[in-house]
């Protein structure tokens, strides 16, 4: 059984670690408020979702074989990424399918596997959140996120609890961005007219920030608004809900940029 004060170990994905650190940040003050004990495994790397969706299956197991190693002992596995979190839970599990001695403990890795808000929301009961955020903002449901996990409401429960937001959703929130990890690289074309209709449902809000759960669907999505010249920002749902957007400027947006921004 877990422990009262439930010790969680935060996968932090290859694209916040990459690209994104503060989303990590943002993930452990989320669960330290929530009273978990947060550690971060050294020896974690990739989830193993490239290789697998590119059908080099020996590749992918080889990935997911350190994953159980560096993820045993925990209370729960929780990653701040709904394409993660879906290969860990439902993918990772199937490429031990003629291990006997591998699948339970893949299962079992799966079975204490969360995306973030879910765990916050589903898991521990979170309600509310002590933030505050002056804007308008719309949210992006990530195709892993909501067919894989059912992440739907639990983003906007708690968003709603943050002072000075106003969110307000797109005609069609649920529709793919266009990026889906390799799909994008195999199909530009349809890549980027996915994520150019996606761009005119957002522009459609009126919102002055796009949020979302996965950091591949809004690093593409902040790609697009940059070069189609917009201004909406584009930002991490945990660094919304952690209070943390006065520390990094949104996605896409240099640091000097930025501080060239606050002078005029």
């Not at 809900?241 to 640091?255: D, F, Q, S």
Request: hydrophobic residues 40%.
């Amino acid at each position: 059984m877990p422990s009262p004060r439930p010790r969680v170990a935060l996968f932090v994905t290859c694209l916040v670690d990459f690209h994104r650190p503060t989303v990590g940040f943002a993930a452990i003050r989320l669960l330290e408020q929530a009273g978990c004990q947060v550690e971060v495994p050294r020896a974690q790397t990739c989830c193993g979702q490239p290789a697998y969706n590119a059908g080099d299956r020996a590749t992918a197991r080889d990935i997911a074989e350190g994953v159980l190693d560096a993820f045993s002992g925990y209370d729960y596995v929780v990653v701040p990424s709904g394409s993660c979190g879906g290969m860990l839970k439902h993918h990772l599990p199937l490429l031990f399918d003629d291990d006997p001695n591998l699948r339970p403990r893949a299962e079992a890795l799966a079975d204490k596997t969360f995306e973030l808000i879910s765990f916050l929301a589903d898991v521990l009961g979170v309600a509310r959140v002590d933030a505050a955020y002056e804007g308008v903002v719309t949210y992006h449901d990530g195709c892993s996120g909501l067919r894989e996990l059912g992440i739907k409401k639990q983003p906007r429960l708690l968003l709603n609890t943050i002072s000075g937001l106003t969110l307000k959703e797109m005609a069609e929130p649920e529709v793919c961005c266009g990026f889906g990890g390799t799909f994008c690289v195999k199909y530009p074309e349809i890549s980027v007219r996915m994520v150019s209709d996606k761009t005119k449902d957002i522009a459609a809000t009126g919102a002055d920030t796009l949020l979302a759960g996965d950091l591949g669907c809004l690093l593409n999505m902040a790609g697009r608004l940059s070069r189609e010249g917009s201004a909406v920002k584009v930002r991490h749902v945990a660094e919304v809900l952690a209070g943390m957007t006065g520390e990094v400027p949104p996605i896409g947006v240099p640091r000097a940029a930025e501080s060239r921004s606050r002078k005029v």
